[in-house]
């Protein structure tokens, strides 16, 4: 999404989060929204399709640190930003008094290149204001337009840039690890082949320079946002993946040498030590998601078994154990160490 349309979208409110809400509170709000809306869990369903595009556009902004301060800066200034430039004098509106507030908030935003000064303004008294040694337009810089009036330095008009134009498309795991030519509709009905790159995340947002539209402003770029299927076995975090993998009661009791598969089809042996405490992460460096410049771990937790329906023999024999090897009280002092006050 542009960022001029960012004062349209309370993103915060999108993922029910606060606006002081941390990149681990954020993560999670979306991961438990994102799975409650996933066009896969609701096959036909345009509402939460919709609700779905507006939680990732979210998550986007807010979980990159860049693009959240520029959201909330955005944000704060077409919210409550209230400036005096009027003719006046001092301490009156456009006054010294009265522009403080104008050049601070320009100041904090665009890096202090903003000063204010006073009586050269030819049309009044009030302030006028002036651009450091970089001479930009903080509204150029912000909206990527021509500034005020949209007009250059030279007071030619300058052509207004075209928008972007947005589209999205879902792939497979799979695609989403090792990279994909994907076919992309766009909005005005044609269709884009585009190459994604290896390791691309649920919601990432690719951008295609020039590939949008045409116009007196010239090319503008195309940004897809690309949704990826959830797979039955493997959790992403970031790069790293998670694979729960199913042990019996004797592997874990006696440990065992366990087979983990991997994403690119071969297997890797990790030895499981008897009586190793169940959930235990077990990690495998650099057999996670894989990117140009990273390669994420792979973690296995073993997770106990528990038999079903067992015969009144195997009940007989499972109470014999328990009585030859007793663990005593597994949740003795658990409730002192709950106490929460």
Known sequence: MASENWLEKDFYKVLGVSKDASEADIKKAYRKLARKY?????????????????????????????????????????????????AGGPGGPGGAGGAGGFEDMFGDMFGGRTRTTYGGNPYGGGPRMQ??????????????????????????????????????VTIDFGQSLEGAKVKVNRPDQRSTTIRLP???????KVRLRGKGSIGPGGKSDLIVTVHVRPHEVYERDGDNLTIRVPVTYEEAALGTVLAVPTTDGSVVRLRLKAGQEPGTRMR??????????????????????????????????????????????????LAEKAKVV
Not at 158 to 164: G, K, V
């Open 198 to 204: 290896e390791g691309v995340r649920d919601g990432q």
């Open 131 to 168: 651009y450091g040694s970089s001479g930009g337009d903080p509204f150029a810089d912000l909206f990527g337009g021509g500034g005020f009036g949209g007009q250059n330095p030279f007071g030619a008009q300058q052509q207004p840039r075209n928008p972007d134009v947005e589209a999205s």
């Open 38 to 86: 996933h066009p896969d869990q609701n096959p036909g369903d345009e509402a939460a399709e919709k609700k779905f595009k507006e939680v990732s556009e979210a998550n986007t902004v807010l979980a990159d640190p860049e693009q959240r301060k520029q959201y909330d800066a955005i944000r704060a200034m077409g919210s409550g930003a209230r400036f005096s430039a009027g």
């Open 284 to 333: 495998v460096k650099g057999r996670g998601v894989k990117t140009k410049k990273h390669a994420g771990d792979l973690y296995v937790i073993p997770e106990i078994q528990v038999p079903q329906d067992l015969s009144a023999e195997a009940e007989d024999a499972l109470k014999k154990f328990t009585e030859l090897a007793s663990q005593g009280d597994p949740r003795e002092g």
